[in-house]
C-alpha cells in the first residue's frame, strides 16, 4: 500500500523567510503533483514532476523529485503572506493503473507579515 | 471556459434520505474520481472511472455508488446516508495515459452534512 507523508504538517512562518516542504512516499513512483488548497475553495495544481531530478519554479515556488530516495520537496523563497495556504503533495504509483492519486495530509502553511 | 463542476456545492441532510451529487466536465476527459476530504485525513478516493461504463472502487466505497453514462457526467450517489458520510467531496477529471491518469483537476467541491 502506497503511504504518502508530508511535513511539516503545520508551519507558521514569517515574511521573507524561507522554508520547505517534505513529501516522502513508500513505493515507486511514475508522477507527483503539488496542490494548493485555500480556506473553502479547491484543489489547484502548481506542479507535476514527472522524472528524477525534475525541478520546476513558479513565483516563490520551486518544487523537485528524487525517485531513488522517494523524496520531493516545495521549497518556499522569500514568502509572502499570500502564499498561505494548505499544500498537498499526491502521488502516482508506477503500475498503479488508474487508482488514482494517493495524497498526503496536507501542509498548513500560515505567513505572517 | 475548461472546468469540472459539482452540484449542490452545500448539502445538509437527514440520515437515510437518499441524495445524489453531480459532477460535470467539459474537457472530453476519460478519467473522473471521487474524492472525500476530512480533517487531518488529507483526500481520500472513493470511486473513479475510465471510461462510459467503466467504474471501479477506490480507497473508500462503502456507502456509495456511482454511474458513468456519459463520458461527462460522474454522479456520486449516497443511497442511505449516515453522520459518518458528512464531508467535502471533490470530484476530478483527467485525461487517461496508457499507464494511468495523468494531471486531474478537481471541482469546487460540495460540503455535505448529514444529521
Known amino acids: 500500500e502506497l503511504k504518502v507523508e508530508q511535513n511539516p504538517l503545520f508551519l507558521s512562518m514569517q515574511e521573507g523567510k524561507n522554508y520547505t516542504i517534505y513529501c516522502n512516499y513508500s513505493?515507486?513512483?511514475?508522477?507527483l503533483y503539488w496542490y494548493r488548497q485555500d480556506p473553502g475553495k479547491s484543489l489547484e495544481s502548481l506542479f507535476v514532476l514527472l522524472s528524477n531530478g525534475a525541478v520546476k519554479q513558479e513565483g516563490r515556488l520551486m518544487a523537485s523529485l528524487d525517485t531513488k530516495a522517494r523524496l520531493s520537496t516545495l521549497h518556499i523563497t522569500a514568502a509572502v503572506h499570500d502564499l498561505s495556504a494548505t499544500y498537498f503533495c499526491?502521488?502516482?504509483?508506477?503500475?498503479?493503473?488508474?487508482?488514482?492519486?494517493?495524497f498526503g495530509k496536507g501542509t498548513h502553511l500560515i505567513i505572517q507579515p | 471556459e475548461a472546468q469540472v463542476t459539482q452540484n449542490p456545492r452545500y448539502l445538509i441532510t437527514v440520515t437515510g434520505k437518499k441524495l445524489t451529487v453531480t459532477c460535470s466536465q467539459n474537457m472530453n476527459h476519460e478519467y473522473m474520481s471521487w474524492y472525500r476530504q476530512d480533517p487531518g485525513l488529507g483526500l481520500r478516493q472513493i470511486y473513479y472511472?475510465?471510461?462510459?461504463?467503466?467504474?471501479d472502487k477506490g480507497d473508500v466505497p462503502e456507502g456509495y455508488k456511482v454511474s458513468r453514462k456519459e463520458k461527462r457526467n460522474f454522479p456520486l450517489i449516497l443511497e442511505s446516508p449516515s453522520p459518518n458520510q458528512t464531508s467535502l467531496y471533490f470530484c476530478?477529471?483527467?485525461?487517461?495515459?496508457?499507464?494511468?491518469?495523468?494531471?486531474?483537476?478537481f471541482g469546487p467541491g460540495t460540503r455535505l452534512t448529514v444529521t
Open positions: 476530478a477529471s483527467s485525461l487517461l495515459g496508457p499507464l494511468s491518469p495523468y494531471e486531474q483537476y
Open positions: 499526491a502521488v502516482d504509483e508506477t503500475g498503479g493503473g488508474a487508482d488514482g492519486l494517493t
Open positions: 472511472s475510465m471510461n462510459v461504463e467503466v467504474t
Open positions: 513505493t515507486t513512483s511514475d508522477r
